[in-house]
Nanobody, 123 residues
Framework: QVQLVESGGGLVQAGGSLRLSCAAS????????MGWFRQAPGKEREFAAA????????YYADSVKGRFTISRDNAKNTVYLQMNSLKPEDTAVYYC????????????????WGQGTQVTVSS
């Protein structure tokens, strides 16, 4: 069992930056492939970024590539999402997910989820 708690969301102007954190507890964090997803009102949850167990491989949705950076600190049991050059269309609830067992870009592939943190980007 893994518990995930996101933090770092908030209100920011377009062009600004935020760093989201996801703190994990429970089973050894370092064994998990981790992902960040987001869900805007009225839309399906969509993939944003993912990272393998040691941070050696990262993956991004085309919509965030070049603006977002995923990273992890296994000593702190935490995964991060640095978001730069934010746009109003990045407004969503952001979720971290753990224990991927299928295609990394599919939300159904992950067994554990956090409660989400709201990111709002004003124009």
């Amino acid at each position: 069992q893994v518990q995930l708690v996101e933090s770092g969301g908030g209100l920011v102007q377009a062009g600004g930056s935020l760093r989201l954190s996801c703190a994990a507890s429970g089973r050894p964090f370092s064994t998990y492939f981790m992902g960040w997803f987001r869900q805007a009102p009225g839309k399906e949850r969509e993939f944003a970024a993912a990272i393998n167990w040691n941070g050696g491989n990262t993956y991004y949705a085309d919509s965030v590539k070049g603006r977002f950076t995923i990273s992890r600190d296994n000593a702190k049991n935490t995964v991060y999402l640095q978001m730069n050059s934010l746009k109003p269309e990045d407004t969503a609830v952001y979720y971290c997910a753990a224990d991927q067992r299928g295609p990394y870009h599919r939300s159904s592939s992950y067994n554990y989820w956090g409660q989400g943190t709201q990111v709002t980007v004003s124009s």
